[in-house]
């Protein structure tokens, strides 16, 4: 049963994925290939204005994602930290109650650490990965 589920999910992904290009093609009236057709650029460094796209460098991006999908998951964690202190504080002296909330208060500081942890080995990496690839310092030529 579940193999059948994930086959028929594979199927439709296959099957959107197929339609993603016919999509571009029929909004850009034609192929995908005349989007962009500058013989002076032949490497379409220029396309960028044309497609609508940003400009900024896909290193300052994928940190942005990265950011934000930690900072999601801090709040995450710390709703759960709250809620395991709601549930202790009102447990009324049940045992089992007051068990519950103590496993989930600590894998909710488990999993805090190792959101923190994993933000500050991706902020050094990120950081260290743009200086020697950009030859300057982080931060000194991001905004724009």
């Known amino acids: 049963m579940k193999n059948t ?7 439709v992904g296959i099957f959107c994925m197929a339609l993603i290009p016919a999509a571009l093609s029929a909004s850009t009236g034609g192929t995908l290939a005349t989007f962009c057709d ?6 379409g460094l220029e396309c960028v204005q ?13 940190t942005s994602i990265i950011n934000v999908t930690l900072g999601l998951l801090r709040i995450i964690a710390t709703v ?6 709601f549930r202790w504080m009102t447990s009324g002296g049940n045992q089992e109650s007051v068990d519950t909330a ?5 894998a909710a ?36």
Do not use: H
């Open 102 to 106: 103590k496993k989930t208060l600590f």
């Open 109 to 144: 500081v488990v999993g805090l650490v190792i959101i923190l942890s994993a933000y500050a080995i991706s902020n050094y990496v990120l950081t260290n990965l743009y200086k020697a690839t950009k030859g300057v310092p982080y931060g000194n030529d991001i905004l724009r």
């Open 5 to 11: 589920r994930f086959y028929s999910l594979f199927l």
């Open 50 to 62: 044309e497609s609508g796209l940003s400009d900024r460098d896909p290193r300052i991006i994928i």
């Open 80 to 85: 759960l930290i709250l809620y395991a202190g």
């Open 38 to 43: 500058d013989s002076d650029d032949p490497l």
